[in-house]
């Protein structure tokens, strides 16, 4: 299978991400890592009219440590999510959930924007973002709007982004030095999807 033609945009900055948006809307789909998006396109699932490839905006790749919050660039990669040592300490439990994610390779190439995008239900990061509550930064050509998790996931694979709209970064709670965690996964094999998750 190969994907439905499409128009391919590489913009280099966010202002220029979010004009093409506020242009074609939902005839455009954002690539990242492509990891979802991908097969997706290839299956001819989606169809997008135009695609836009943000990779080269570098500044959506960041780890900050905030009072009692860490914040992550929507173009952070799972491997670094996975590894960063600001996250390990801040919130661990996010470290561990993105160590899991599927394979080396595809922790390499995937979004942490993206996956929360996606939004599937048997993703890792969805399951953490739900269970910190964490907020999403949302950008369009009108300003940007903070949105929490609870309200971000509207259903399975259905998000409170609008076709104009992207999430730049990601707001978690920090978790107390005091504070315990868990996280299971169980999964048919190593790096599959989860049949059942909990954190």
């Not at 990242?32 to 080269?56: E, K, T, V």
Request: aromatic content about 6%; proline content about 7%; overall charge positive.
């Amino acid at each position: 299978m190969k994907p439905a033609p499409f128009d391919y945009h590489r913009p280099q900055t966010v202002p220029d991400v979010l004009k093409i948006l506020g242009r074609f809307g939902g005839d455009a789909k954002l690539l990242a890592g492509g990891q979802s998006l991908g097969p997706m396109l290839n299956l001819r699932i989606a169809r997008p009219r135009h695609l836009i490839d943000i990779n080269d905006l570098l500044d959506l790749d960041y780890v900050r440590a905030r009072p009692g919050a860490i914040e992550i660039g929507g173009l952070t990669r799972h491997h670094r999510v996975a590894t960063d040592a600001q996250i390990a300490a801040a919130c661990p439990i996010l470290s561990a959930a993105a160590a899991t994610i599927g394979h080396y390779a595809i922790r390499q190439r995937g979004t942490l924007g993206g996956s929360l995008c996606h939004a599937d239900p048997a993703a890792q990061l969805p399951l953490i973002a739900t269970l910190l509550n964490a907020t999403l930064r949302i950008a369009s050509r009108a300003g940007e709007r903070l949105v929490a998790a609870r309200d971000f996931f509207v259903s399975s694979l259905v998000t409170a982004v609008r076709p104009d709209e992207m999430v730049t970064g990601v707001i978690f709670p920090a978790l107390a030095p005091s504070s315990g965690w868990g996280l299971e996964m169980f999964s048919r094999r190593h790096g599959d999807f989860a049949i059942v998750s909990v954190g």
